[in-house]
């Protein structure tokens, strides 16, 4: 399908916005302008749940209008180092953050989606959502000696990432995604789903989130720099 569905790029486009908020807000935190903890009372803490399950699941979605996800995923892993090396230069660690995961996702399902598919319809949203939840609070509640198995859901203590989508339980939120985007492929052109629009200024960037992503941070963090050493 070459026409683009115009409320998904908008609603990429405001997840990219409230991004670039909300690391703004963690950049202020780390040169010491707003108090630290912040981040993890409920209004800061549900945004920044709502900015990855939200790349997460509009991610799932593409699969299904990609030409290549083997592809995606690896310029996703690509970019994923390039933030993993500018994170351990600033001091702020990411360690399995969100492109690593995205990237991963996007491979497996290149190689095993046609499996995943095979889940009945009607089946599909309730066994992805419940296994979600289930595999969210075990991930979030448990701890082991195995220190290298945080990929996958699973941190020894003392394990610190200042970004962590594990593949387990986002997984699942993926591939609710991918269901979505099934529903979406199928639908009448004329359909509610297909037609719906955007304002320019939301489709615009949600055009372009990985260029967003990648080239937000440094111009967020250098501004804060170069105020902090007027300072």
């Known amino acids: ?14 997840v990219c916005g409230l991004m670039i908020i909300y690391h703004f807000i963690f950049d202020l935190i780390s040169f010491g302008w707003l108090p630290y903890g912040i981040t993890q009372q409920w209004p800061l ?20 209008f990609t030409r290549s996800n083997l592809r995606r995923g690896l310029i996703a892993l690509g970019a994923g180092v390039v933030v993993v090396a500018a994170s351990y230069a600033v001091g702020s ?12 996702a996007m491979i497996f399902w290149h190689f095993l989606g046609r499996y ?22 075990v991930s979030y509640t448990t701890f082991i000696a195995v220190p290298w198995l ?13 970004d962590w989508v594990p593949f387990f339980p986002n ?5 609710l995604g991918a269901w979505f985007g099934q529903k979406l492929l199928v639908a009448p052109a004329d359909s509610r789903l297909r037609t719906l629009g955007a304002p320019k200024w939301l489709a615009w960037p949600g055009q372009r989130t990985l260029l967003i992503y990648l080239i937000h941070q440094p111009i ?12």
Request: proline content about 4%; hydrophobic content about 55%; overall charge positive.
């Open 116 to 137: 995943v598919q095979q889940v009945p319809d009607k089946l599909a949203p309730w066994l992805w959502g419940g296994l979600y939840l289930v595999t969210r609070i």
């Open 1 to 14: 399908m070459s026409e683009r569905i115009l409320w998904l790029d908008g609603w990429r486009g405001l």
């Open 93 to 104: 660690p990411i360690r399995y953050g969100i492109l690593q995961f995205l990237g991963c």
């Open 220 to 231: 967020l963090y250098g501004v804060c720099w170069a105020v902090s050493m007027v300072l």
């Open 45 to 64: 803490f549900t945004l920044q749940r709502f900015i990855a399950l939200s790349f997460i699941f509009l991610s799932g979605v593409s699969v299904r």
């Open 171 to 175: 997984i699942f939120m993926f591939f």
């Open 150 to 162: 945080y990929p996958l859901g699973l941190r020894a203590h003392g394990f610190v990432s200042f």
